[in-house]
């Protein structure tokens, strides 16, 4: 199975009922993170990472090969020097129809979650491998993005 039919998998769900506990042990043996928004404040990782952030009208969000890299505040050296052995989600809030989309340039599916039969969040499905450390590339050219399923799937 590969990103694109994990992401088909999910797509059409409703909020509250994105993933299943037997899927995220799924996406942790094939290695896949599964990333969602939840709420008006935060995005969910699930699968290979298993973690959460706030994301308050929106934020970047950095990730390294171990999951969430807690950056400070102080922009420091030592902050600045640890962010160039990480990737960023960008979670974005109301850009359109959508209350939670994000933008990287990590290869990806989306795939699409509803709140009322609404579209709520464009959730996205990568290969945790694109973030080890050391081959961390910002390279939009080559991104993988597709659109898994529709409405219904899953």
């Not at 990730?63 to 969430?68: A, F, S």
Request: net charge negative; proline share 2%; glycine share 10%.
């Amino acid at each position: 199975m590969n990103i694109f039919e994990f992401a088909k998998k999910l797509a059409g769900r409703e909020m509250g009922h994105e993933i299943t506990l037997e899927e995220e042990k799924l996406a942790k043996e094939l290695g896949f993170v599964v990333v969602f928004g939840y709420s008006d404040d935060g995005i969910e990782f699930r699968g290979a990472i298993d973690d959460e952030a706030g994301c308050y009208l929106g934020k970047e969000i950095y990730l390294d090969k171990d999951g969430v890299f807690e950056d400070c505040n102080c922009e420091c050296k030592y902050s600045k020097e640890a962010k160039k052995n990480t990737k960023v989600i960008e979670a974005v809030w109301c850009d359109g129809e959508l209350a939670w989309s994000y933008k990287t340039d990590i290869p990806h599916a989306k795939f699409t979650i509803y709140e009322d039969d609404e579209p709520f969040c464009q959730g996205i499905v990568f290969d945790v491998k694109e973030l080890r450390a050391g081959e961390i590339k910002n390279d939009t050219e080559n991104s993988a993005e597709e659109e898994a399923g529709s409405p219904g799937n899953g």
